[in-house]
Each structure stands twice: as C-alpha cells, then as structure tokens.
C-alpha cells in the first residue's frame, strides 16, 4: 500500500495535449475516482499512472518513489480493464495466479491467495473455469480477483462496470466499495459515470479536456461545485441554468429572471452576492430537487413562480417536469401526485437557499 | 433436397475424381486387367518407393517447420511497423508467393548453378565452394527445402499476422502489468492466442507442401539417384514418363493416409480449444 502523487503531469500526442499538467495527490488506503466525459484525459492519466503509457512532462510518484521511467511490471500496481482482458486459454485460478506464478511464489502461497480472493468475491465454485463459460458479472470478479491475489500498493480500475448491464452494474458496484473495504488498498478509478464516481468515492477528481476542474468529496462537489462543467456533471438530472441578473429593489438585493419573474434573495446568498456589479451577464444555477411544487407553508428563500409545463416523466416517486425560463430548458422535480400534466400551467416553488450564481462567461460558480 | 446440386457438384468433383483414381490404382500397366492390390505389394517391396514416403516426410516437415517459424518471427516485425509502412513492407513481402512457382523456381535454377551463379560467386569471395547445390545430395535437398520456403513463407506471415492483429491489446497490458517480460508475453499470451490459426495453416501447408510438385520437377527432376524425389515427382515419373499410369496413381494415393492421419490429429485439438476464446 502506497501513497500516490502527480506532479505537473503531461501527456502529449503528436500536438495534441491529452493531459495538460494536472497535479493530484492520493493519500494512502484511499479510493479517488478520475471522472469526466469521454476524451477529457481520464484514461490517460490513469494509464500513465500504470505505466502503459509514457509521460511526456513531469513526475509520477507511488510510495514516495518516482516511477516515470520505471516499466508496470516493477510499479506494483493491478490493473482491472474495462472488458476484463482474462486470457482465455487460463481457467479462473491461473487467471487470478498468473501473476504470482511468474514472479515465482512457492505453490502454496499463491494456492492460500487464490482461495483466499476467491472467497472474498465469492467465486470459490467458478476456480476451473475457462472465461468463456462465465457471466459478465463473474468476469468481473475473476478481474477483480486477479488484481487482488498480488497484494499490490495500488489498485487500477478502467472503466470497470461500463460493459455490465444497469442492474449488474449497480450490484457490482456495491461488490467493489466492499472489497475495498476489506483490503483497503490506495485505489484509482476511472469513469464516465457520475453515479459511479459519486458512490465509490473517498475523493473525486472530475476533469475535462485533459485538466482537473475539482478535487473533493462527494458531497462538495455536489453541494459547492467550483465551475459550470463540475455543477453540471455531476448530479442527474443536471443542474439548470436560467440566463439572471442581479437588481436592487429598496435596498433588497433581486435576481431577475424574466420580466414577470423577479425573486428576492434571502439575506444570506444577498450577503455574499451584494458586491457583484449589477450589470454582469448571470447564471442561476439550480438543481432539479430544488425546483417542486408549491405549497401552502413555504420556507423562508421559497419563492413560487407559474409556468406551463412542456413534458413531465412519471418516475414513480417522483415526477420530473420540464419547462422554459428565458429561453433556458429547465427541470424540476414535484411530487407524483402534484397533478403535473403534460401542457398544463403549475405553480412551482424555487428553494433559493441552494441556487448557485455562475459568470455565464467564465463558468466560475461565485 | 435443398442440398441436390450441392450433392451433384460433390459426386462430380470429387467423388468421381478419386474413385475414378483408385480404380487405377487397381489395374495392370496396360490397363487392360484388374490386379486388385498387386501395385501397391509391388510398391511396398521397392526400396525406392519407401524411400520417397521418407523423403516426402522429411521434405514436408521441415519445409513446414521453416516456413511457421519464418512467419511467425517476421510477422511480429510487420506487426510492429505502423500503419501506412506496414502495408508496403507486407505486399512486398508476400511477392514470393504471389509469382507462380513455375517461374520463380527457374529464377532459383539459375542462382544454384555450380559454374556461375550469383550464389556460388558470391561465396568465392570468402574462399567457400563452389557448392554442387542440386548435384549433391544433401545440398540437393537443403536446396529444394530452401526455395519452398521461400515460395510457402509468406502465407505463413499473413495468417500469423491477421491472429497477432485478432488478440485484444489489453491481453498484452495485462500481462505487463501481471509482470511478464517480452518473452512471457509470447509464450503465455501470443501463442495460445494464435493456437488454432497455427494448427490450422500447419495442417493446410503440410498437405499443399506433401503434394508439391513444381519446386523439386523444375529444380532437381528428382535427381540425384532419386533422392529429392517426392510422391508427386516420383508418380508422375512413373506414371507419365515410365508410361504406367497405375502404378502412377498408387503412389500418389499413398499420400490420402498420412495426411489423414496428420488432419485427424491436427483438428482435434482444434476443436478441443474452439470453444475457448
């Protein structure tokens, strides 16, 4: 087990930069979750980390040793792939031991670590296998198994779960935080799904075009993203953005929407909005959950508006509603039994205590 | 009945061809009178006959042999070079195989010429030879093994090179991880990945290279003393130029057999691991 830090890392293809200097550190026994959408440098950066791929600029360090030249198999590190990558011609225990048989461990070490990763994933009766005669989920296991049986200082883990179906997926996902509870090995993981990223997570770095937007927790993230790109990834569905602007309105500070919709910020986002110029090009940054139907005792910051409805989805506990504000799509979140209706006109009630307020030209959450 | 023409196609090209020849494998020289097995006996007691059958071997299995290694290694060059380069070096690379035999085996005539061929010229310079290469009989058969493995390599390279493209590349990151060395990762990995593709081609090249003909007529005729002779020279030296065309065909027949026997074994294990990957 091993701490694991980037420092300045650049990878660069031909002129294309994949991973334009991005600096992360990964303290011992934590899971971190590389997350972002597809071409942001993820992959890359974790494949450096393996060393499959070269660095082009700055250093990689795992247990405090830097490894930029050093080649994966002297890393220490296990890597579980997307579609698996278990040889074929393996049964599942020389899949799980493969790796301990050619650095030569005697026989019964590696026999006691295969039962013993076997039974920890729950494969004990799968061990003679071929892959071929197993489920996606089972394949996943054996990968995972693989990796386990070498005791390394750090787990890899691309894409893992991507070509699993929903259901699998969301079990598997439990699988993975429980193992991860048990051997507690420093683990980095890679993913396009903010769902994933959200639940497995000690840590999440979400990144984009080949740099790190924001390092947190998951619940950071989600209730104090630092950009637009981080406030609209994660979360589902996304946050909205309704093109504001900020007013004075006897010594009340406003957030004018439309030329109808106009609501008084509770003093506390007034407080911390009060310096902004009025005249800045704004963005209201709400999340879907903060936007439901209207009732008769509101919290203080509650602030109903009335809309018509363009398209609602039941969802069973809840329905979601979409309509437009200036223009901007918007979603909300009201209860099934609200009597939302496809076309139909409906009150709906804004929480201001959780709006955001962005720069709509430098996407900076202020 | 779907199948009829299917059946008609077969009875006409193969059926009929070969019981057509074993019915002349049964009859007498002048083909008059049916002498049931009499040309296979009388074979069995030539020592040239047993001769051939262990010329044919030696000359199939090691001009298989070569031609799997060859391929194999160059195969891995190719599939190294990138992109738009690997296309060239492989079209040039599969020219040995794409000219006919017949042609390109006149230009190997001439490069085994003991007096002044560009072979044993070359050599003098390093005070070797000259080599009797198809005069002796070692070299005559080193000579006629060489130049089959320069007209069979190729195919070898472009099915080994089609498998080495077929196996995923995180097989390969994999193993980098699990810490295994350049040489690991073919004998763990690229091997058993490519198990049934060199089966495959081996059994296929074993029965084209048992039947050749062209390479060993053009180059040595057989000679010397009979001793490149392979079943298909020696039938159709006995059976066309000896005017004894079942004796010809007994020969030839001689190869159904061992190459049934070398495919029984072959693709078994083929279909053993078919159902692996």
Redesign the interface.
Known sequence: MADVALRKVVKRYDDVEAVRGIDLDIADHEFIVLVGPSGCGKSTTLRMI???EDITDGDIMIGGDVVNDV???DRD???V???Y?????MTVAENMS??LR??HYPKAEIKARVTEAARLLDITDLIDR?P?QLSGGQRQRVAMG?AIV?NPKVFLFDEPLSNLDAKLRVQMRIEIKKVHQKVRTTTVYVTHDQVEAMTLADRVVVMNKGRIEQIGTPNELYHKPATRFVAGFIGSPAMNFIPCRLEDNGGKLNIRITDRISFALPPSRAARYNTLPRTDKLLLGIRPEHISESHAHLEPGVETFDTVLDVTEPMGMETLVYFGLEGAPVCGRVNPNAGAQDGAPMRLAMDLNNMHLLNEATGIVL | MLTLPLIILIALLVLYPAVYSIHLATLNKSMQKFVGFGNFTFLFKRDTFWMVVKQSCIFAVTAVFFKALIGFIVAHFVHNIPGKKQRKWRGMLLVPWVIPPAMSTLAWLWLFDPSYSAFNYTLSFFGIGPVNWLGDTAWARFSVILVNVWYGAPFFLIMYLAALKSV?E??Y?????????WW?RIW??TL??M?NIIAITTLFSLIVTFANFDIVRILTSGGPLDRTHIFATWAFKVGIEGSDIPLGASVSLFMVPILAIAAIFILRDVNK?G???
């Open positions: 393996a060393g499959l080649p994966p198999k590190i296990a890597m792939f997307q579609n990558a278990l040889y074929p011609h493969f790796g050619l650095k071929k071929k693989r070498r | 995923p995180q097989l990151e994999a193993a980098a991880i699990d810490g295994a060395n690991q763990y990995v058993p990945m198990r691991r159902n692996e990957a």
